[in-house]
């Protein structure tokens, strides 16, 4: 346990997130010293990113959600049969 801890506070150390000073001077506004590489080539870029992190916000609710609380509590629901089995 005391590894993982170790790791993830190396993996997620703001030192090590941050971006080149390359990179950084490439960036828009908006992402400057945040990410690698080249920036955003148009405003479409923005949009699809918005969406897909909407979409993947949402997938992460509703699996958590139902994971803590599944809901099924028909009697002959199918998880009934396979739990029944004697």
Known sequence: MKRIIVLLSFLLSPV???ACPV????QPKLLKGI???AGPESNWD???IILV???VLITLFYSVKWLLRPGEQSEN?????VL???
């Open 23 to 26: 990179c950084e001077q490439q």
């Open 35 to 37: 990410s690698h590489g």
């Open 77 to 81: 629901h199918i998880k009934r049969m």
């Open 46 to 48: 923005y949009a699809i």
């Open 53 to 55: 992190t909407a979409i």
């Open 84 to 86: 029944n089995l004697d």
């Open 16 to 18: 090590f997130s941050r």
